[in-house]
């Protein structure tokens, strides 16, 4: 991949359902400490609390000057109205949201979201101006006969078409295969070179020529080095973001790749 000189990297912390607002303000306050005394300069860093924490996460942000953006996990396409136990993208926004995560696998597959749902909600997401983060992966079937390409492009297809290149331009694509998400298993640095070339093919095909590229699947501080010089612009980590220390490890990590190509 060729990365222009003023380049950054990314990493985004999915905390899934995971830790109440006291230890989440904990984990916060741990990341902001370390961040704010040994800033990397090259790279952003977003969290993704659950929602129950979002307002408690920012005010730590806002408080100590954090420098780290806040995501929203998932959220409902509409705007407002009878949508029992749901959140629109105006309340998150109010909240400091500035990013969404959509389509994760865990919200595909375990609480059936369709690709109808997740056209729809990537549309409200970039419609009011906030960054998406669209999740795209095969399972292992599609894997074991060789279908990534494919399938991965289905989906980006799929969810992108209906947007204008000025919306498209709001969407981080992070490929995450499902047998390496919360498995241990990260897909290894020959599968992440050739999977982030064809998704920037798609990609370019979209007029999306510049888009960000995330890897996540067991993104660890033991691979991050490795995986981040693979064509992609960083992470987007579940299990490894729940610690301060290995959080803050991979970011370091995507940060020296990026440094070293000033
Ligand atoms: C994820 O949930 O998006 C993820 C990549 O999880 P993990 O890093 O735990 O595999």
Same mark, same amino acid.
């Given at each position: 991949?060729?990365?222009?000189?003023?380049?950054?990297?990314?990493?985004?912390?999915?905390?899934?359902?995971?830790?109440?607002?006291?230890?989440?303000?904990?984990?916060?306050?741990?990341?902001?400490?370390?961040?704010?005394?040994?800033?990397?300069?090259?790279?952003?860093?977003?969290?993704?609390?659950?929602?129950?924490?979002?307002?408690?996460?920012?005010?730590?942000?806002?408080?100590?000057?954090?420098?780290?953006?806040?995501?929203?996990?998932?959220?409902?396409?509409?705007?407002?109205?009878?949508?029992?136990?749901?959140?629109?993208?105006?309340?998150?926004?109010?909240?400091?949201?500035?990013?969404?995560?959509?389509?994760?696998?865990?919200?595909?597959?375990?609480?059936?979201?369709?690709?109808?749902?997740?056209?729809?909600?990537?549309?409200?997401?970039?419609?009011?101006?906030?960054?998406?983060?669209?999740?795209?992966?095969?399972?292992?079937?599609?894997?074991?006969?060789?279908?990534?390409?494919?399938?991965?492009? @289905?989906?980006?297809?799929?969810?992108?078409?209906?947007?204008?290149?000025?919306?498209?331009?709001?969407?981080?694509?992070?490929?995450?295969?499902?047998?390496?998400?919360?498995?241990?298993?990260?897909?290894?640095?020959?599968?992440?070179?050739?999977?982030?070339?064809?998704?920037?093919?798609?990609?370019?095909?979209?007029?999306?020529?510049?888009?960000?590229?995330?890897?996540? @699947?067991?993104?660890?501080?033991?691979?991050?080095?490795?995986?981040?010089?693979?064509?992609?612009?960083?992470?987007?980590? @579940?299990?490894?973001?729940?610690?301060?220390?290995?959080?803050?490890?991979?970011?370091?990590?995507?940060?020296?790749?990026?440094?070293?190509?000033?």
């Amino acid at each position: 991949m060729e990365r222009m000189s003023d380049a950054r990297g990314l990493v985004v912390g999915n905390w899934k359902m995971n830790l109440d607002f006291v230890e989440a303000v904990h984990l916060t306050q741990q990341i902001g400490v370390v961040l704010r005394h040994q800033p990397v300069a090259h790279t952003d860093v977003v969290v993704a609390p659950p929602f129950v924490d979002l307002r408690s996460v920012s005010s730590v942000l806002e408080a100590d000057r954090v420098p780290v953006a806040m995501a929203a996990q998932h959220v409902n396409a509409h705007d407002a109205g009878a949508h029992t136990g749901e959140i629109s993208v105006g309340q998150l926004a109010r909240l400091g949201v500035t990013q969404v995560i959509v389509g994760h696998s865990e919200r595909r597959t375990l609480y059936a979201m369709s690709d109808d749902v997740v056209r729809a909600t990537l549309f409200a997401v970039v419609r009011a101006g906030l960054r998406a983060i669209l999740c795209v992966g095969e399972d292992l079937d599609v894997r074991s006969a060789g279908g990534q390409n494919e399938f991965v492009a @289905g989906q980006l297809r799929d969810a992108l078409e209906p947007l204008t290149p000025a919306q498209r331009a709001l969407v981080t694509i992070a490929y995450e295969p499902l047998w390496a998400i919360g498995t241990g298993r990260s897909a290894t640095s020959d599968e992440v070179r050739a999977i982030s070339t064809h998704v920037r093919l798609v990609a370019a095909d979209l007029e999306m020529p510049g888009a960000l590229v995330l890897y996540g @699947g067991s993104v660890s501080p033991e691979n991050a080095g490795e995986l981040i010089s693979q064509g992609v612009n960083g992470f987007l980590v @579940g299990g490894a973001s729940l610690k301060a220390e290995s959080f803050l490890a991979i970011i370091r990590a995507v940060d020296d790749c990026y440094a070293e190509l000033r």
